[in-house]
C-alpha cells in the first residue's frame, strides 16, 4: 500500500515505472502470442521477439487475456 500525504494521489504509469526500476526487472516492448506451458504450468510467454521463460507471468492483457487463456482452456473471471 502507499499513501501520498502531499497529494493523497499516485500517477499509475508513473508509479509502475518506479516499481518497476526499483525491482531490476528488464522490461521488454514487444506483443505476446502465447503463455508457453509444461507440466501443467505456465512457463513463459511466447512473443513477436521469440519466447520468454519465466518463474513467474503476470498476465495483464485487459481485453486480450481471455485469448492468452483460451488455449489452456482457463476463463478469466468476470
Known sequence: ALFFI???FANPAV???RLIAASGAEVVETTVSELTTA???ITGILTDAGPIRAD???LAGGVG???LLAP???VPSA
Do not use: F, K, M, T
Open 6 to 8: 502531499d497529494e493523497g
Open 72 to 74: 489452456l482452456g482457463l
Open 39 to 41: 507440466e501443467n504450468r
Open 65 to 67: 487475456s481471455p485469448a
Open 56 to 58: 513467474r507471468v503476470v
Open 15 to 17: 508509479l509502475a515505472r
